[in-house]
Nanobody, 126 residues
Framework: QVQLTESGGGLVQAGDSLKLSCEASGLTFSMYSMTWFRQVPGKDRESVAAISWNGGMKYYTDSVRGRFSISRDNAKHTVYLQMDSLKPEDTAVYYC???????????????????WGKGTLVTVSS
């Protein structure tokens, strides 16, 4: 049984930092590309950052490039999202997702992801 478990969310002020973690179990983690999505009520789930199976390729959506950094530790079966200079518009539920194919990850379509976590809420106050 595959499980992706996010942690690290919380309430912070604008300008602060948070580091999200997503620990995977039940899959060969090193074979999967990983994506962080986020969603606010009434909007589609948005791909925020992604990393290939070995960390050699990374993707960031424009609104977070330069502020967020994605990384992974295959030995710990964990992917991270370091979020700096947080803004109120970063407020969302953040989900991690796993997929075997980088091409699918780059398309950023939630329906193509193989596995999902349950999410962690990030709230940024102004």
């Amino acid at each position: 049984q595959v499980q992706l478990t996010e942690s690290g969310g919380g309430l912070v002020q604008a300008g602060d930092s948070l580091k999200l973690s997503c620990e995977a179990s039940g899959l060969t983690f090193s074979m999967y590309s990983m994506t962080w999505f986020r969603q606010v009520p009434g909007k589609d789930r948005e791909s925020v950052a992604a990393i290939s199976w070995n960390g050699g390729m990374k993707y960031y959506t424009d609104s977070v490039r330069g502020r967020f950094s994605i990384s992974r530790d295959n030995a710990k079966h964990t992917v991270y999202l370091q979020m700096d200079s947080l803004k109120p518009e970063d407020t969302a539920v953040y989900y991690c997702a796993a997929d075997r194919f980088w091409e699918a990850v780059m398309r950023g379509r939630p329906q193509e992801m193989d596995f999902w976590g349950k999410g962690t809420l990030v709230t940024v106050s102004s």
